[in-house]
């Protein structure tokens, strides 16, 4: 598997590195300080996973993900840093990344994320799982969506207009739209697209 580090804390990027290359499988094809070069490396790279901090001295996590997913589709992405912010989480897996470790954890979750990662999974540390429970609405594993909510919310998977939506559940079309506005409320999702993205991801139906 072949990584690219991407920190502006060299303390950290050799304390990854060195971990790494005790793996027989991984291989760190490079060590960057800045979202630019790393987006140059994966330009002229081929790399497998790339793993980096949300705050780059150039750019921040959203607009590294972004362009990295540009220039290479089908890369892995770990985010490793301190941000445990809802919202910074909510929206990096809103974008497709495959791992969000906080770097108290790197240590000792890497290599297993990595595993987790390079079979097709997706890899977050505890707390931040607990962040997505919180952030789609799901208490003690239960999700507080209600059943009607739930209605509105597949039949809105199938594509179905606000108007065929209230003509099929026998409710007004205003009613409907005040059940999409509070589900993309509950999963923090801006826009409907988004709130589909998260129901398909989270495998809320």
């Not at 990295?68 to 919202?87: C, N, Q, S, W």
């Not at 939506?165 to 409907?192: C, D, F, P, W």
């Amino acid at each position: 598997m072949r990584i690219i580090l991407v920190d502006d804390h060299s303390i950290l990027l050799d304390g990854l590195r060195n971990l790494l290359r005790e793996q027989e499988d991984y291989h760190v094809s490079a060590c960057c300080s800045n979202g630019y070069y790393a987006l140059c490396h994966l330009k002229s790279e081929p790399i497998d996973v790339m793993i980096a901090d949300y705050s780059m001295p150039d750019m921040d996590g959203l607009q590294l993900v972004q362009q990295a997913k540009e220039i290479r589709p089908d890369l892995k992405i770990i985010i490793l840093t301190m941000h445990d912010e809802p919202h910074k989480v909510q929206e990096m897996i809103a974008l497709g990344v495959d791992g969000y470790i906080l770097k108290k954890y790197a240590h000792q979750e890497l290599l297993t994320a990595l595993t987790v990662v390079g079979n097709g999974g997706k890899f977050w540390s505890n707390e931040i799982s607990n962040i997505i429970v919180r952030g789609l609405g799901i208490t003690d594993g239960e999700p507080v969506l209600t059943d009607r909510e739930m209605e509105v919310l597949k039949l809105i998977m199938q594509e179905k207009s606000s108007k065929e939506i209230a003509q099929q559940l026998y409710i007004s079309e205003r009613t409907v739209e005040t059940h999409r506005k509070n589900m993309m409320r509950k999963t923090n999702s801006g826009t409907t697209v988004g709130l589909i993205k998260y129901a398909y991801e989270h495998k809320l139906v």
